[in-house]
């Protein structure tokens, strides 16, 4: 006897749908799965035999063979445990479901006594199971919580086989997981009103987050980097709802989700240590994963200490700044996330932290310092649209009261600068001034006579590259945008200028 039910996959973020086919002819005792990579057809096979019979079961004496379509899409084994053994019970006629299969899914790597596993990127396959019709999706016990963010599709935690199975035969029924309140789920961060003086760098951070450009800080220790970055997500503005599902996926795939949090709905905050590897920020691995730019993925990625990271750490940086996204190759295919990422890179000016500072000496040698600016290549330097100094702050400032603004009065300056974007930039693919392209530059960033004069002159005097003048303009961009202006004026290109001064302050005698 034949039966076929209805499970997902995933490849990179993207669900899929699968079907899993059983079929029992009376020939010479077998088992076969064919459709799974040869490596987990063993170990699934082992897994299902064991569960079945320790859930009560008997395992066909016959030929039972197990097929896993479409064939040609290589599939992680463990997750089709649960919609095989359930194929063969009912081709053996030891499951007869009251429900209507055909709206069912059923997705879970086994143990093998026959309990649940926990799975990751059950957000993705949620989506994709709902939008191909299914009703009802029946899902490890530990995951429900994340595929319930889904409307319009009922999410079965499941523990076990024997629960599930009494549920299709409609002898006890198991209670779809509940809705999650998602506007509980926003985590707290801190406040801009906290810092006190730095008024560049906040008004840099400001710019960054309304135009989404990446961000240098350079300062002395304790002048108040870290604590300047961290408050980056509180005046972006707030996620949109396809923001949310598009992060909590890579999230979900990545098997990050805490589980109190089924949806993301605060950007991220990322702030991956020195030492990690290349891979771990760029995602890869033998199982595959997203790194750490792609959990950042509509947030921000933090990197304190820019200099200690790795070359090939900074290399890996280089193409998804641009792209925002990032392509890992590995046996089986080409995997790409999406990694639209707020970069923060913070740094001291030299190893001991007190170059070029006012009172304190610095200690390190020329070259100790060379080197140590020289850790950032030129084309990095180039990638960052805003470098800006964080002076040490005096103790007056400091000890005064904060004359600054709540994050929410900057958010919302942001986020009007953000519509007018949206506005200018309908029916293209820029989502941003950041993301503007070199032939689109021309076109939305029109320069009064006096801005294009002091650009001339800049131009000519610092000797800028034609890479630096890019980012420029798309700075002056946001900066008029903050001011409400479409035409580029002077003072716009002024405050864009003085963001790209400081390459020449620390890097021009390299
Ligand atoms: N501008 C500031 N306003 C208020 N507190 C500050 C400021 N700068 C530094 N601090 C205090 O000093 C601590 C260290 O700052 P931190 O952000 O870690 O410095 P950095 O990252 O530049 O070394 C902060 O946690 C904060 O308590
Ligand atoms: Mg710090
Ligand atoms: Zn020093």
């Known amino acids: 006897m034949f039966t076929r039910l209805h499970s997902t996959g995933i490849f990179g973020i993207d669900a899929y749908m699968v079907d899993v086919e059983a079929d029992i002819s009376n020939s010479f005792p077998s088992f076969e799965i064919v459709g799974l990579p040869d490596t987990a057809v063993k170990e699934s096979r082992d897994r299902v035999r064991s569960a079945l019979k320790n859930s009560g079961f008997s395992f066909p004496t016959t030929k039972i063979t197990v097929n896993l ?59 994709e199971a709902k939008t191909r ?65 730095q008024t560049a760098a906040k008004k840099a951070l400001e710019i960054a987050a309304a135009g989404g ?14 604590m300047l970055a961290k408050r980056l997500p509180s005046i972006l503005p707030s996620m949109t709802f396809d923001e949310s599902i598009e992060t909590t996926k890579i999230h979900s795939v990545a098997g990050a989700l805490s589980s109190d949090t089924p949806l993301i709905v605060t950007r991220p905050f990322r702030a991956p240590h020195h030492t990690v590897s290349a891979a771990g920020l760029s995602g890869g691995g033998i199982v595959p994963r997203p790194g750490e730019i792609s959990l950042s ?106 004359d600054g603004e709540t994050s929410a009065e900057i958010k919302k300056r942001v986020e009007r600068a953000r519509e007018i974007q949206q506005n200018r930039y309908k029916g293209t693919k820029i989502t941003c001034n950041a993301r503007l392209d070199s032939a689109n530059l021309q076109k939305y960033c029109v320069l009064t006579p006096d801005a294009d004069r002091i650009m001339r002159t800049a131009f000519e005097n610092l000797g800028l590259s034609a890479r630096a003048y890019d980012r420029i303009l798309k700075i002056a961009r946001t900066v008029a945008d903050l001011d409400g202006q479409e035409k580029i004026g002077a003072t716009h290109i002024a405050q864009a200028i003085q963001f790209r001064s400081l390459d020449r302050k620390y890097w021009s005698e390299l």
């Open 213 to 226: 450009h990446n961000v240098l800080l350079i300062g002395p220790p304790g002048s108040g980097k870290s």
């Open 297 to 402: 993925h509509n947030g921000v990625l933090f990197l304190d200490e820019f200099p200690e990271f790795s070359r090939q750490a900074m290399e890996v940086l280089r193409a998804p700044i641009e792209d925002g996204k990032v392509t890992i190759s590995r046996a089986s295919g080409r995997l790409t996330y999406p990694c639209e990422f707020s970069l923060v890179a913070a740094m001291n000016p030299c190893p001991c932290g007190f170059f070029g500072h006012p009172k304190k000496k610095c200690i390190c040698s020329p070259l100790a310092v060379k080197k140590y600016l020289g850790r950032i290549s030129g084309p990095m330097l180039d990638r960052l649209d805003i470098h800006v100094e964080v002076p040490a702050v005096e103790y007056d400032e400091l000890t005064g009261r904060s």
């Open 69 to 127: 379509a479409p064939a040609d899409i290589k599939k992680a084994g463990s997750m089709y445990d649960l919609p095989s053994l359930l194929a063969i019970l009912m081709a053996s006629r030891q499951l007869n479901p009251t429900v209507n299969m055909e709206e069912c899914a059923f997705i879970g790597e086994l143990s093998l006594d026959g309990q649940l596993r926990h799975i990751t990127g059950l957000l993705s396959m949620a989506i």
């Open 133 to 197: 019709g299914i009703k009802c999706f029946f899902v490890p016990e530990a995951d429900a919580f994340e595929a319930s963010v889904v409307d319009g599709i009922e999410i079965y935690p499941v523990s076990n086989v024997k629960q599930l199975v009494a549920h299709l035969q409609g002898e006890k029924t198991i209670r779809p997981a509940q809705k999650p309140d998602i506007k509980s789920s926003a985590a707290y961060c801190p406040d801009f009103f906290d810092v006190k003086g």
